[in-house]
């Protein structure tokens, strides 16, 4: 199993950025994907699930500002962030729910 993860970034408050996570190893399409992210000295915590079907989960902080997404076809999970706040920073991770396995992450920096 393996995840990469990309499209972190320096954005200003207010601003977007797309997360994307290329899976490998296992099959994405009738997986539990979901992504996790880590603050600066702080523990790694849960953000969004996304169920096989399209069901979508997410923590109380970033309902209504993040999307969960994903492409069968090309194994790959999306997280589209809007309206970010500078707590949004973090190193962020995507993971099959069932796997012990974490990718690199992407950083998230909102700062201005």
């Known amino acids: 199993v393996q995840y990469a993860e990309s499209g972190g970034g320096l954005v200003q408050p207010g601003g977007s950025l797309r997360l994307s996570c290329a899976a490998s190893g296992f099959s994405f399409g009738e997986a539990i994907m979901t992504w996790h992210r880590q603050p600066p000295e702080q523990a790694r915590e849960w953000v969004a699930t996304m169920f096989p079907g399209g069901a979508t989960f997410y923590t109380d902080s970033v309902r209504g500002r993040f999307t969960i997404s994903s492409d069968d076809d090309t194994d790959t999970l999306w997280l589209q962030m809007d309206s970010l706040k500078p707590e949004d920073t973090a190193v962020y991770y995507c993971?099959?729910?069932?796997?012990?396995?974490w990718g690199q992450g992407t950083q998230v920096t909102v700062s201005s």
């Open positions: 993971q099959e729910a069932n796997s012990p396995t």
